[in-house]
């Protein structure tokens, strides 16, 4: 199997594993919208918020397991790409990974942390209310960096389409102008070869004219 083949494999972990983050964060979203984005007099979204999260933090390690292994299947697509990345194309892969470190530094420093506060309940220099918030406003962030990385995947794969439409019309282009030129230089070859055979027709005429000229005059000749 050659390298390219593998190409699209990298292209599609990496969107493969952009959904599920996003399918995370929008399981997260009722929660959120209560704490960031209503005000909340009672304090009971808060509590559901905290209660949330602390479900999430106290779920067997074989659910964090699966996230994480989703992520490294996105490193690992990116890496593909970035192996012989082309020289048109590798910003576009370098700026995908850097979108998705800066989503999973931002889940390691803010989610991860703010998950084992929610259950140990120390929140150290900020309030339950704040850190709440700022987990929300982190998941945020997230989605932003990771529609970049939609952004710049269909991006290229529209630049590797359309450079493939060029070139398969220049090819088309260059394969008409080509069998033009065949076909006019049959017709070059056709007329050569016609003029060559008139030439020769009239050089022979010629030629049997001269000689009967030769013969009249000899057997004028003979009977003087």
């Not at 942390?113 to 120390?122: K, L, R, T």
């Not at 590797?160 to 049959?186: H, N, P, Q, T």
Request: hydrophobic content about 45%; proline content about 2%; overall charge negative.
């Amino acid at each position: 199997m050659a390298y390219k083949d593998i190409v699209p494999i990298g292209s599609a972990l990496i969107i493969a594993t952009t959904s599920f983050i996003l399918g995370a964060v929008y399981g997260n979203l009722p929660y959120d919208i209560g704490t960031l984005w209503s005000k909340d007099e009672t304090g009971a979204a808060f509590a559901n918020s905290l209660a949330h999260y602390q479900t999430w933090g106290n779920t067997p390690n074989h659910v964090h397991y699966i996230f994480h292994f989703v992520l490294g299947l996105g490193l690992l697509g990116c890496f593909i790409k970035l192996y012989k990345p082309q020289e048109d194309a590798k910003y576009f892969e370098y700026g995908t990974l850097g979108f998705l470190m800066i989503a999973i530094i931002i889940y390691l420093t803010n989610l991860r942390v703010g998950v084992n506060s929610a259950i140990s309940g120390n929140w150290g220099e900020v309030d339950a209310e704040t850190g709440l918030n700022v987990m929300a406003a982190s998941q945020v962030m997230i989605v932003l960096v990771l529609l970049g990385v939609f952004v710049l995947q269909g991006g290229l794969y529209y630049a590797e389409w359309y450079d493939e439409r060029l070139k398969e019309d220049f090819y088309k282009k260059e394969a008409e102008i080509a069998a033009s030129a065949a076909v006019d230089a049959e017709k070059k070859q056709a007329e050569a070869v016609g003029e060559e055979a008139a030439t020769k027709s009239t050089s022979t005429g010629t030629e049997t004219t001269a000689t009967t000229v030769k013969k009249t005059k000899r057997i004028i000749r003979k009977k003087v």
